[in-house]
């Protein structure tokens, strides 16, 4: 395949602009040619004589060709032996060093599901033999061929970046010439109060009480199946979310509303807790080193889940048998069912009810400031997407179209 055909059929590139890109990599080649390779240093070359457009344009054009090159012109002859158990001992050591650092096990499984992604892109290339450019070559892969969003390549360039950086301990540099994915902005799906009162009003029993907490107090969907009875303080209507997003600890809004079904529901856990005990049955699951530090912490009333699973779990960090919260797709499930039932057409799902959080407070007059304490977010940034699907600030303005 030569570079105008990559950029014709896997680039999709228009004919009127496949001239320009050859034009600039046929320049940059010349720039390389009298011994300086940086693509930064090319592009401030063109500054005094071009338009900005141009210069992106310019850019682009070298990081994709420079992709061309890594993926499509490789001739390079691997080495089989032993490139299985390579492998193994690099997942296992990935594993391994994600525990000793204490990340989630939703970031393990994502991180290690990286790798293997990675592994199959590469044909099985020995681990031992792998460069900076192998993985510039798959974070553009992912851009151009895959098309992901902009959060799927920073998730795979995050996990990669720490297999590099702690496994292979291999120092990558120059990712400014990797391709990175279109960011295309799209507004959070919010739910009206009345159509959260109808979603509401289909649900029942721990479905019907997770809701209610996530949308009383902006928690994601992990964070409220995380909840455990300490986390929660009903005198002063708040609760601790412990190891959130980021690892961060936050204290949000309990409402006052729901106490009365919180209070039965602890009931329920109270009985199920004590029924564990009577039979001697494994306590719920804890990260090893607290369970070192604090022996038999993990059959304490105020360790134990909110909303426990029925049945035990086989741990895959000890490999016994505890009790877990329930599973993500319980909740889901059942959100989406009463989500069809009251016949909202929206895109929404469970995670919507913390957007609608968001939204309604904002829409109420509370300030950013106290809104992105609420829901845990590092940079205010994040937060002020919200003022877009907010209507309090339109409330003022008048349609022209209602003068007609």
Wanted: proline share 3%; glycine share 6%; net charge positive.
């Amino acid at each position: 395949m030569t570079f105008e055909e990559y950029l014709r059929d896997k680039l999709k590139l228009g004919s009127k602009y496949i001239p320009y890109y050859l034009h600039w990599v046929s320049s940059y080649q010349e720039f390389s040619s009298r011994g300086e390779l940086s693509l930064s240093g090319f592009q401030k070359s063109l500054i005094p004589r071009y338009e900005d457009w141009q210069i992106d344009q310019a850019v682009d054009a070298v990081k994709q060709y420079n992709y061309y090159c890594r993926r499509y012109k490789t001739t390079e002859v691997l080495n089989k032996t032993n490139i299985a158990s390579g492998w193994d001992l690099a997942f296992t050591e990935m594993r391994d060093l994600l525990r000793l650092k204490g990340r989630s096990f939703q970031t393990e499984k994502s991180y290690l599901n990286w790798i293997h992604r990675f592994r199959t892109f590469l044909r099985e290339k020995p681990p031992g033999n792998l460069t900076s450019d192998d993985l510039k070559t798959y974070l553009s892969w992912l851009a151009v061929e895959r098309a992901v969003s902009p959060s799927t390549q920073n998730q795979a360039f995050n996990a990669l970046l720490f297999f590099y950086r702690y496994i292979l301990e291999i120092e990558v540099k120059d990712l400014e010439q990797t391709i990175r994915s279109k960011q295309h902005r799209r507004l959070p799906v919010v739910l009206s109060k009345d159509e959260i009162r109808s979603i509401l009003s289909h649900l029942s029993d721990d479905a019907l009480l997770f809701c209610r907490i996530l949308y009383g107090g902006g928690l994601r969907l992990s964070e409220g199946l995380n909840l455990r009875i300490k986390d929660l303080d009903m005198d002063k209507g708040c609760v601790t979310v412990h190891n959130g997003k980021g690892g961060k600890d936050r204290v949000t809004l309990l409402p006052s509303a729901i106490i009365p079904d919180l209070s039965t529901k602890l009931e329920a856990d109270k009985r199920l807790f004590n029924e564990d005990r009577r039979g001697n049955l494994p306590g719920v699951a804890v990260s090893e080193s607290l369970l070192r530090k604090y022996p038999g912490i993990d059959k304490q009333w105020n360790w134990f889940w909110l909303f426990p699973s029925a049945a035990l779990t086989v741990s895959p960090y000890s490999g016994k048998s505890v009790r877990f919260h329930l599973h993500p797709s319980t909740m889901q499930r059942q959100f989406k069912t009463a989500l069809r039932v009251a016949g909202i057409s929206k895109r929404a799902s469970i995670h919507t009810l913390r957007h609608s959080f968001a939204t309604h407070l904002l829409e109420s007059g509370y300030d950013i400031r106290t809104i992105q304490e609420l829901l845990g977010h590092s940079s205010v940034q994040t937060t002020m997407i919200y003022t877009h699907v907010a209507t309090v600030s339109r409330l003022g303005v008048i349609s022209p179209a209602e003068s007609i």
